[in-house]
Nanobody, 128 residues
């Protein structure tokens, strides 16, 4: 089992910045790629960013490239999402998720089904 707890959400003005954190506990953090997903009201959950076990590989959905940065600290079992130049369309509940990758330490899975553990989510609201 892996337990994930997100924090850092809130209300921010368009053009501002927000930093999300996700604390992991349980099984070896270094066996999991970590993803950030979001779900806006009335929309499907979408993948925002992924970081591999060794941080060598990252993935970003097109709409956040150049604005969001995913990072992780394996010594602290933490993953972060730095959100800059936020837009009203970034408003959503943001979820941290862990996907088992085993020895594939550079893998950044983009299939939602690859993620077996999820946090409870944190609300991000961007005002215009």
């Amino acid at each position: 089992q892996v337990q994930l707890v997100e924090s850092g959400g809130g209300l921010v003005q368009a053009g501002g910045s927000l930093s999300l954190s996700c604390a992991a506990s349980g099984r070896s953090f270094m066996s999991y790629a970590m993803g950030w997903f979001r779900q806006a009201p009335g929309k499907e959950r979408e993948l925002v960013a992924v970081i591999s076990v060794n941080s060598a590989s990252t993935y970003y959905t097109d709409s956040v490239k150049g604005r969001f940065t995913v990072s992780r600290d394996n010594t602290k079992s933490m993953v972060y999402l730095q959100m800059n130049d936020v837009k009203p369309e970034d408003t959503a509940v943001y979820y941290c998720a862990a996907g088992y990758t085993g020895i594939r330490i550079s893998w950044t899975p983009t299939d939602t089904n690859a993620y077996g553990y999820w946090g409870q989510g944190t609300q991000v609201t961007v005002s215009s």
